[in-house]
């Protein structure tokens, strides 16, 4: 392969901490990709990073029109960051609608890239522009960059004899190699991409190649850009890093999991956003003992993965919330049944079909309380998307262990956005014990286990154990079918204290500040990033602010009650109408406060510093 | 008790659970239970490995009749937990009891998905054309204008027809029985277990309770003959009394003939279970002006659902030069921080 290291810059660079990018442009315009290729490159270069994929439901809304508009942004950092930030410092439009949708969010003096060419009469009437934003003076508060990227890609191909539309499509490359250039972005990783993935279409393999590299080369000689800037690589634990979305690590935790339990995985599910890259994932890991089936719909997905589960697999269904709705019927079942089953929900804006690509954590009460009759299940959170491969290992773990299904709550944000994540050693990861029973002697299907209340699991296969299970309330020894009052009771209250019992292996809880002081920023899943920053500001304003993250639900964490009561205020930050905020007021009896946002957009650090500063001066 | 395990010693008494059964009195369940365990010695399955799955109504507490591991599970879906179950255990040999009302109603997709993907398990679909565990409404196997409890001026809808249906979803056996005709019904269970695939049973079966009757034409002694159509493979389609009467093509019609006056075997149609267009012609057929065809309709090779996953797995698996986790967590661009 040749050589591509593109030479240093010779015009001045200027350092900076951290950049803010979005790539926005029209859904069919290639931007995840663009911004996809710039996050490797900016982790190869040492950077801590945080993503936010935006893109519309429909695969192509109107090319040009508001709703067709898909934004990718990063975050990147010489420092510790936790959040894909607040707003861009830099915005690549590639046409009038995306800087429509976009230019609000930019700083005065932020830089501004567009593609002139796009700004014509008809893509301005259907971005419903009344005059051309470049020229009426609208943008004077900016650093303006226009850059004729559609001219200058076709000139870089236009002696390949390729069609204007495939032309089109390398635009985004020319938007990636410049603003690879303006960072000081190594493209060598992309190149390599680019081969790999256009091994059998060696022409536009070449396009790719062309326009990313004339992107590139453009920023160094055009006399358009003065400086360019440099964001150094941050301390970061050492180890051997790879980029990961949320889904991704959640596959990965699963596998290993199983690998761990020394069983199959298998994986029963229906296609849904913002799940399906799960199933996407584990399809394409069959060789390390996976098996994936794309049911009929969300009822069957459940029902083959509890199937699986009596037959000893480790078992998997993967959705979002109007799936959860499908399933709960099943689930009861497993709860019924006593088998252990994972159920990913990867949560979006609703009620109803909602915001399929946004992201929303307003599942908490339908996973907590959304069966019939009294149901419990252990709920757990990821809080990051590399948290989702540790918190998806565990909640195999307690499956397994408890005989139970058991939550995985994701949402759209954790499952697409990326991060570093220091890969593991699978050696060190422990080992999930997995005994099926096998003796017949003294042998009852729901004899349960001292600790954790747990019944054996008797897989068919093995003789002596011939047993029936089933959906009908049970005697609380046999197994049989009983309908004896005081039985049911005693199972009832059996399996609540089973699910209970969990409390006594969860970790003391991730508490980042001083133990006591004005006001706890209680949190769980994907607003992390976000509370943590906050916390950090209010913190180094001197403010007795402290962020708790739960990754466990329930049960709730055994230290939680303690951390607060150590506090004034308590402020639940959800992207929900309160949730969280109701189970903590109704367990602790503490006046917690509801810090709600549903634009299915995660929160910014300035929305929860606003909140906890406003409290402050109150009191 | 691992002496028992050992296929083949086994007696019907070893499929008997220690549950008493609980259907009404005089149901056809009874007979259909004991069917099976009469034949289930005779399969050479070890109990260990025979799974019977259901889903709710009257047929859906087979299992719990049965000595063997079992799953009574949740309305309609017995398919799709047989389906997890088969595709991962492909070891086991894995039964489906469901109803009319279970499988072609609350439960109609998953039952049409299982039969169309051919994994290998036996469905025994029991159609006593009635709601019984709820009493008495209208099921979708209904004759139209049927007056139940739910429909005091009988049903405006009209009814499906299991094989018919198990046909269009491409299942590659098709077959159905009686629950009185002890033998009959014994052989095609032993047909459908030995059929590698989704087998698909409608088996006639009385609820003297809510539908008495509904298939006395078919089951009286006394009308039977003339009204039951006795499927063969390879033989010309002959009924009656005297076997006096046949099946023939006309047009694109089947029509009912007698034999004698220059009409003989020959003209009539003879079965080939692998003639869809044919099974399906059949699976229309039904008194008063027809005979009810029971038996094998359709019977068919093609490769099983749970095998085909199986053998992904394996060739996937063969195709990494290591199944090691360090290899799958390293996968992509990583970079080391020193």
């Known amino acids: 392969m040749q050589q591509e290291t593109v030479a240093p810059t010779d015009k001045p660079v200027e350092e900076r901490a951290h950049v803010v990018i979005r790539f926005a442009g029209d859904s069919g315009d290639g931007m995840q990709l663009a911004g996809m290729h710039f996050t490797n490159e900016s982790a190869l270069a040492g950077n801590d990073l945080s993503t936010l994929p935006d893109f519309p439901a429909e695969i192509r809304a109107p090319a040009g029109t508001l709703a067709g508009v898909s934004g990718f942004q990063l975050h990147f950092s010489s420092l510790d960051i936790f959040t894909p930030g607040d707003q861009p410092d830099v915005l690549v439009a590639m046409n009038p609608a995306a800087l429509k949708v976009n230019v609000g969010d930019l700083p005065a003096n932020g830089i501004l890239i567009v593609d002139k060419e796009q700004f014509t009469e008809l893509n301005l009437k259907k971005a419903e522009f009344s005059d051309n934003p470049l020229t009426d003076g609208s943008l004077d508060r900016l650093q303006l960059f226009e850059v004729s990227i559609t001219k200058l890609t076709i000139n870089a191909l236009n002696d390949m004899g390729l069609p204007t539309r495939t032309m089109m499509r390398s635009r985004n490359f020319f938007a990636l190699g410049l603003t690879s250039w303006l960072f000081q972005r190594d493209i060598e990783t992309t190149l390599r991409w680019v081969d790999k993935k256009f091994a059998k279409k060696p022409e536009i393999a070449e396009a790719n190649r062309r326009v990313l590299k004339a992107g590139y080369h453009y920023g160094e000689t055009a006399e358009v850009f003065r400086t360019a800037y440099k964001v150094g690589a941050a301390t970061i634990a050492p180890g051997r890093y790879r980029n990961i979305t949320g889904n991704a690590a959640a596959s990965l935790g699963l596998v290993a999991a199983a690998r761990k339990a020394d069983r199959p995985l298998f994986l029963g599910t229906y296609p849904i956003t913002p799940a399906s890259d799960i199933l996407h994932e584990l399809a394409a890991m069959k060789g390390y003992g996976v098996s994936t089936f794309q049911a009929e719909d969300e009822i069957a997905g459940v029902g083959a993965a509890l199937g699986a589960a009596f037959g000893g697999a480790i078992a998997v269904t993967s959705t979002s919330g109007p799936g959860i709705c499908l399933k709960a019927e099943t689930i009861n079942l497993a709860v019924s049944v006593e088998l252990p089953l994972i159920i990913a929900d990867i949560q979006r804006g609703g009620p109803s079909t909602g915001l399929p690509t946004k992201t929303e954590q307003a599942d908490l009460m339908l996973v907590m309380y959304g069966r019939n009759s009294d149901s419990p299940v252990p709920i757990i959170a990821p809080a990051t998307p590399a948290d989702c491969f540790a918190m998806a290992f565990e909640a195999v773990r307690i499956a397994t262990r408890y005989m139970t299904p058991v939550f995985f709550l994701s949402d759209g944000y954790l499952a697409n956005g990326a991060e570093p994540w220091r890969v593991p050693v699978a050696a060190d990861l422990p080992e999930i014990k997995v005994e099926f029973r096998t003796d017949p002697n003294g042998y009852y299907p729901y004899l349960r286990d001292a600790e954790t209340l747990s019944r054996p699991w008797a897989i068919p296969g093995t003789p002596g154990l011939e047993h029936r299970i089933g959906g009908l309330e049970k005697d609380y020894l046999t197994g049989n079918v009983s309908y004896a009052p005081m039985n049911h009771e005693q199972m009832v209250r ?57 990754r466990y639900i329930n049960p709730l964490p055994p230290d939680l009650g303690d951390i607060l009561s150590r506090f004034k205020h308590v402020i639940v930050p959800e992207l929900n109408m309160g949730q969280l905020v109701r189970l903590i007021r109704a367990e602790y009896l503490v006046d917690a406060i509801a810090l709600n946002k549903i634009q299915g957009q995660p929160f910014k650090v300035s929305e929860i510093v606003r909140k906890a500063m406003s409290l402050l001066e109150k009191n | 008790m691992s002496e028992q395990s050992a296929a083949g010693k086994l007696t019907r008494k070893d499929f008997v659970s220690d549950q008493d059964v609980r259907w009404c009195p005089g149901c056809g369940d009874y007979s259909i239970l004991a069917q099976v365990q009469r034949l289930m010695p005779e399969l050479g399955v070890a109990r260990e490995n025979t799974v019977f799955v259901s889903g709710i109504g009257c047929s859906s507490r087979f ?4 000595d063997t591991y079992g799953f009574h599970s949740i309305h309609g879906r017995a398919p799709a937990i047989a389906t997890g179950l088969k595709a991962s255990r492909p070891d086991l040999s894995v039964w489906v009891v469901t109803g009319d009302g279970d499988g072609l109603s609350i439960g109609g997709n998953h039952l049409l998905h299982a039969l169309r993907r051919n994994v290998d398990i036996n469905i025994l679909l029991f159609n006593n054309q009635i709601y019984g565990l709820t009493k008495g409404q209208y099921s979708p196997t209904s004759e139209r204008g049927k007056v139940t409890k739910s429909t005091p001026l009988g049903s405006v809808d009209f009814p499906l027809h299991p094989i018919t249906v ?114 399906f012609l059949l699976s229309t057929l039904q008194p008063p002006n027809f005979p009810a065809p029971v038996g094998v309709f359709r019977a068919i090779e093609r490769p099983t659902y749970d095998a085909s996953m199986t053998a992904q797995v394996a060739e996937a698996k063969a195709k990494l030069a290591s199944t090691d986790l360090d290899d799958l967590f390293n996968q992509g661009d990583t970079w080391d921080v020193e």
């Open chain 1, 494 to 550: 059996v399996r609540e204290r089973k699910i209970a019992g969990i409390v006594r292996e969860i970790p003391p809880t991730e508490v980042n500040g001083p133990a006591e002081g004005d006001i706890l920023l209680l949190g769980w899943g994907s607003t992390y990033g976000s509370i943590e920053s906050a916390s950090r500001e209010l913190q180094a304003a001197g403010k007795k602010v402290t962020h708790a993250h739960i």
């Open chain 2, 63 to 66: 299992p719990y009749y049965m």
């Open chain 2, 166 to 279: 198990a046909l269009g979803a491409e299942a590659t056996f098709v077959a159905r029985s009686v629950d009185v005709e002890a033998k009959h019904l014994q052989s095609v269970i032993r047909s459908a277990s030995e059929h590698r695939g989704t087998s698909f049973v409608e088996i006639l079966q009385n609820c003297n309770i809510f539908n008495d009757g509904a298939f006395a034409t078919i089951t009286d002694k006394d009308r039977k003959a003339e009204n039951q159509l006795i499927l063969e493979h390879g033989k010309p389609l002959i009924f009656g009394k005297e076997r006096n009467k046949g099946i023939r093509m006309a047009g694109h019609r089947l029509e009912v003939v007698e034999l004698g006056n220059g009409i003989g075997d020959s003209d009539l149609l003879v079965h080939d279970r692998e003639d869809a267009a044919l099974a």
